[in-house]
Nanobody, 124 residues
Framework: QVQLVESGGGLVQAGGSLRLSCAAS????????MAWFCQAPGKEREFLAA????????YYADSVKGRFTISRDNAKNTVYLQMNSLKPEDTAVYYC?????????????????WGQGTQVTVSS
């Protein structure tokens, strides 16, 4: 059974940084794509970034290019989202997701596995 557990959220001032972690278990993830989404109150879940576990190819939403970096640690079975230059509008619950295969999707409905989410609050 696939389990994704996020951590690393919290309260940060505008311009600050946070690193989110997603610990994955229950599968060999070499044939998966891992992604990060966020969801603010009253809004739909929004794609941020994705990474192919095998090979490490990355993809980013335009809104976070240059500010966020997705990476993975094979030995720890963990995916990270390094978030820099945070803005108040980045305030949301951040989710880790996984989909089997080699394609990434912007549509959250394509991902079959989700973590419980971690809250990120950016104060102005």
């Amino acid at each position: 059974q696939v389990q994704l557990v996020e951590s690393g959220g919290g309260l940060v001032q505008a311009g600050g940084s946070l690193r989110l972690s997603c610990a994955a278990s229950g599968r060999t993830f070499s044939s998966y794509v891992m992604a990060w989404f966020c969801q603010a109150p009253g809004k739909e879940r929004e794609f941020l970034a994705a990474i192919r576990w095998s090979g490490g190819s990355t993809y980013y939403a335009d809104s976070v290019k240059g500010r966020f970096t997705i990476s993975r640690d094979n030995a720890k079975n963990t995916v990270y989202l390094q978030m820099n230059s945070l803005k108040p509008e980045d305030t949301a619950v951040y989710y880790c997701a996984a989909v089997r295969g080699s394609y990434y999707y912007i549509d959250s409905r394509r991902y079959g596995y989700w973590g419980q989410g971690t809250q990120v609050t950016v104060s102005s």
